[in-house]
């Protein structure tokens, strides 16, 4: 069985620096054995993918956005652990997408967070979710996930 630094690397990635707070929050937390997430928004090392689904950015770019947002997730869990392999369950993501009022491919677009959970951790990556539309995410974000992982 390989371990979620080795399916990482068998995908081609390597996860990126834990980004820092930009306001009054922590990263994560860790309460008995559950390790919370803060939102993590689209950016990468060329910084933040910003746009609205449906207006200057498509279906492709959003799940592209929101595979950013997992990676960001990821880097979170590893700094919070030290080891992905103490994460023996994806619990639940929440995703906010930017949206134009009439762009209805909101699921569409956390699937690009969502597969990368399940490459990465197998059918322990198999979460509850929500997806939802904003007309603005901060900073101007495409997207923005946040994640609840069961420690073990």
Do not use: W
Request: glycine share 12%; net charge negative.
């Amino acid at each position: 069985m390989s371990s979620p630094e080795q399916k990482l690397a068998g995908l081609g990635i390597t996860l990126p620096t834990p980004m820092a707070a930009v306001a009054n929050y922590v990263p994560y937390v860790i309460t008995g054995s559950l390790l919370h997430v803060s939102g993590q928004v689209s950016a990468d090392a060329n910084g933040l993918v910003r746009g609205r689904l449906g207006d200057s950015l498509d279906l492709a770019a959003g799940q592209a956005a929101a595979r950013l947002c997992g990676l960001n997730l990821l880097a979170q869990c590893l700094a919070a652990t030290g080891d992905l392999g103490r994460i023996s369950r994806v619990v639940k993501l929440g995703g906010f997408v930017n949206a134009a009022p009439d762009f209805v491919d909101i699921p569409q677009v956390i699937n690009g967070c969502s597969d990368l959970m399940v490459d990465v951790f197998g059918d322990a990556g198999r979460h509850a979710r929500f997806a939802v539309a904003s007309p603005v995410l901060p900073l101007g974000v495409a997207v923005e996930i946040d994640g609840i992982f069961e420690l073990g």
